[in-house]
């Protein structure tokens, strides 16, 4: 039996409780209009969640609580689901990603996806020794219709270090180079800048290499910390 009683409501009252009207009209703004907010930025949403009971419960359970959260109407809810998930991403499973990559479709902005790709990430890359083909589900993100879920398997790989796949890496961001889109070209760019903190020779001959296919936008992205 799923449960989420013990959680969601005090995760509700907490950061109801520390609403500031005045500072959600700028958070707003922030986002071009297009979402509610409680007026509370993070360092503070997260203080406020810090005293609640901590979440023991299963994958399922964690998963009806982020979803829970998620239909709530304001922001902040939402980043509260995304922590819970990159805190307790070990009680996930491969076979959880699509109901995630539903999130990530659903009112969808950069401060979400980019949280939950970071999820994704974490499970994909716990996983990776035990099951070597489980990246072919970011394979078929990279091919997905939504805009949004390609920017996930694009920055899926963000922060693995020494474990990034340049190969697969690579070949992203040539698969995406042709979009006009600025948060895939931006994305493409930032996967590329963050495999430059360990392979900063193979990026700067990647970008030598294609620089006529990829975008003015990603070449600078990617070569910040380069030159």
């Known amino acids: 039996m799923v449960r989420i009683s013990p959680w969601r409501l005090p995760i509700e009252m907490a950061l109801r409780a520390r609403a500031d009207a005045q500072q959600a009209v700028p958070m707003k703004a922030y986002m071009l209009g297009q979402f509610e907010f409680l007026g509370i930025r993070a360092g503070p949403r997260r203080e406020a969640l810090k005293g609640l009971p901590q979440f023991t419960g299963t994958a399922e359970d964690l998963l009806a609580l982020a979803h829970s959260l998620w239909r709530l109407p304001e922001r902040e809810f939402r980043y509260a689901a995304i922590d819970l998930l990159a805190k307790h991403h070990k009680r996930l499973a491969v076979s959880d990603l ?17 949280g939950l790709a970071g999820v994704v990430g974490d499970i994909v890359l716990r996983v990776k020794t035990s099951q070597p083909d489980v990246q072919q589900h970011m394979d ?88």
């Open 98 to 114: 699509p109901r995630i990559l539903e999130w990530v479709q659903t009112d969808p902005w950069w401060d979400t996806v980019d």
């Open 140 to 227: 078929a993100a990279l091919r997905h219709p939504h805009l949004w879920v390609r920017r996930v398997a694009m920055l899926h790989q963000l922060g693995w270090r020494e474990q990034t796949d340049q190969e697969r890496l690579f070949h992203y961001a040539l698969t995406l180079a042709p979009e006009t889109d600025f948060f895939i070209r931006k994305a493409i760019g930032w996967a590329l800048r963050d495999h430059a903190r360990t392979q900063p020779e193979a990026v700067r001959a990647f970008l030598s290499r294609h620089a006529e296919q990829l975008s003015g936008l990603t070449r600078r992205e990617a070569a910040k910390h380069l030159n």
